[in-house]
Protein backbone atom coordinates (compact mmCIF):
# COMPACT_ATOMS: atom_id res chain seq x y z
CA UNK A 1 0.00 0.00 0.00
CA UNK A 2 1.20 3.46 -0.86
CA UNK A 3 0.99 5.85 1.67
CA UNK A 4 2.41 9.42 1.52
CA UNK A 5 2.06 10.96 5.02
CA UNK A 6 2.45 15.84 5.09
CA UNK A 7 2.73 17.33 8.01
CA UNK A 8 4.15 20.53 9.67
CA UNK A 9 1.12 22.70 8.44
CA UNK A 10 -0.45 24.89 11.06
CA UNK A 11 -1.52 28.70 11.62
CA UNK A 12 1.19 31.64 11.48
CA UNK A 13 1.21 35.26 10.93
CA UNK A 14 2.34 37.38 7.51
CA UNK A 15 6.07 37.03 7.07
CA UNK A 16 6.31 33.87 9.17
CA UNK A 17 7.89 30.19 8.34
CA UNK A 18 6.47 26.64 8.06
CA UNK A 19 8.27 23.81 7.00
CA UNK A 20 6.20 21.19 5.68
CA UNK A 21 7.28 17.09 5.47
CA UNK A 22 6.06 14.34 3.50
CA UNK A 23 6.58 11.15 4.61
CA UNK A 24 6.43 8.22 1.37
CA UNK A 25 5.91 4.42 2.26
CA UNK A 26 4.99 1.67 -0.14
CA UNK A 27 6.55 3.10 -3.19
CA UNK A 28 10.22 4.60 -3.82
CA UNK A 29 10.27 8.02 -4.76
CA UNK A 30 13.88 7.77 -6.24
CA UNK A 31 12.28 5.79 -8.98
CA UNK A 32 9.99 8.35 -9.82
CA UNK A 33 9.89 10.63 -12.70
CA UNK A 34 8.19 13.47 -10.66
CA UNK A 35 7.13 14.35 -7.32
CA UNK A 36 5.85 17.56 -6.26
CA UNK A 37 3.47 19.64 -3.36
CA UNK A 38 0.16 21.10 -4.62
CA UNK A 39 -1.93 23.30 -2.72
CA UNK A 40 -5.62 24.17 -2.79
CA UNK A 41 -8.16 26.17 -1.42
CA UNK A 42 -11.94 25.60 -1.51
CA UNK A 43 -13.85 26.28 -4.56
CA UNK A 44 -10.24 26.37 -6.73
CA UNK A 45 -8.22 24.07 -8.17
CA UNK A 46 -5.40 22.21 -7.45
CA UNK A 47 -2.51 24.00 -7.91
CA UNK A 48 1.07 23.61 -8.61
CA UNK A 49 3.48 24.46 -6.26
CA UNK A 50 6.95 22.78 -6.67
CA UNK A 51 7.75 20.02 -8.18
CA UNK A 52 11.45 17.42 -8.35
CA UNK A 53 12.47 15.62 -11.03
CA UNK A 54 13.84 11.94 -10.97
CA UNK A 55 17.59 13.82 -9.35
CA UNK A 56 15.66 16.40 -7.19
CA UNK A 57 16.03 19.30 -9.12
CA UNK A 58 13.18 21.41 -8.24
CA UNK A 59 11.47 24.13 -9.86
CA UNK A 60 8.82 26.58 -8.42
CA UNK A 61 5.46 28.03 -9.98
CA UNK A 62 6.27 32.23 -9.53
CA UNK A 63 3.88 32.46 -6.32
CA UNK A 64 6.47 30.97 -4.26
CA UNK A 65 9.73 31.56 -6.14
CA UNK A 66 12.53 33.45 -3.65
CA UNK A 67 9.88 32.43 -0.40
CA UNK A 68 9.99 28.47 -0.51
CA UNK A 69 12.28 26.04 -1.09
CA UNK A 70 11.72 22.43 -1.68
CA UNK A 71 13.82 19.12 -1.14
CA UNK A 72 13.15 15.32 -2.26
CA UNK A 73 15.55 13.30 -0.42
CA UNK A 74 15.37 9.47 -2.28
CA UNK A 75 17.51 7.88 0.85
CA UNK A 76 14.46 9.05 3.41
CA UNK A 77 12.00 8.92 0.79
CA UNK A 78 10.71 12.00 1.94
CA UNK A 79 9.78 15.38 -0.22
CA UNK A 80 10.29 18.60 2.31
CA UNK A 81 8.84 22.27 1.97
CA UNK A 82 10.64 25.15 3.38
CA UNK A 83 8.19 28.08 3.29
CA UNK A 84 9.12 31.68 4.27
CA UNK A 85 7.85 35.31 4.28
CA UNK A 86 4.04 33.43 4.46
CA UNK A 87 1.39 35.26 2.77
CA UNK A 88 -2.45 35.52 3.85
CA UNK A 89 -2.52 34.25 0.20
CA UNK A 90 -0.61 31.40 0.66
CA UNK A 91 -3.30 29.56 3.21
CA UNK A 92 -5.01 26.50 1.34
CA UNK A 93 -4.16 22.70 1.79
CA UNK A 94 -0.95 21.85 0.76
CA UNK A 95 -0.50 18.49 -0.87
CA UNK A 96 2.32 16.07 -1.91
CA UNK A 97 2.37 13.97 -4.85
CA UNK A 98 4.50 11.56 -6.50
CA UNK A 99 4.57 9.27 -9.61
CA UNK A 100 4.19 10.71 -13.36
CA UNK A 101 1.51 8.61 -15.06
CA UNK A 102 1.89 10.63 -18.21
CA UNK A 103 3.11 8.60 -21.67
CA UNK A 104 6.66 9.15 -22.58
CA UNK A 105 5.10 11.90 -25.15
CA UNK A 106 3.31 13.87 -22.69
CA UNK A 107 5.97 13.97 -20.51
CA UNK A 108 8.00 15.66 -23.20
CA UNK A 109 5.72 17.87 -24.13
CA UNK A 110 5.63 19.27 -20.60
CA UNK A 111 6.53 19.85 -16.93
CA UNK A 112 4.47 18.15 -14.42
CA UNK A 113 2.32 20.28 -13.25
CA UNK A 114 -1.29 19.66 -13.51
CA UNK A 115 -2.70 17.62 -10.55
CA UNK A 116 -4.20 15.04 -13.28
CA UNK A 117 -0.59 13.93 -14.08
CA UNK A 118 0.27 11.87 -10.55
CA UNK A 119 -0.74 9.07 -9.14
CA UNK A 120 -0.37 9.00 -5.59
CA UNK A 121 -1.14 11.49 -2.77
CA UNK A 122 -0.51 12.52 0.14
CA UNK A 123 -4.23 13.66 2.62
CA UNK A 124 -2.86 17.12 2.87
CA UNK A 125 -1.72 19.58 5.76
CA UNK A 126 -3.74 22.63 6.41
CA UNK A 127 -1.48 25.96 5.99
CA UNK A 128 -2.99 28.98 7.53
CA UNK A 129 -1.41 32.53 7.18
CA UNK A 130 -2.85 35.66 9.00
CA UNK A 131 -2.27 39.39 8.07
Partial sequence: QVLLVESGGGSVQAGGS????CAVSGYSISFASAAAWFRQVPGKEREWVAWFDRAGTPTYADSVKGR?????????NTLSLQMNSLKPEDTAMYYCAAGDKRGFSDKQARPPIHADDYIHWGQGTQVTVSS
Wanted: aromatic share 8%; glycine share 8%; charged share 25%.
Fill in 18 to 21: LTLS
Fill in 68 to 76: FTGSKDNAK
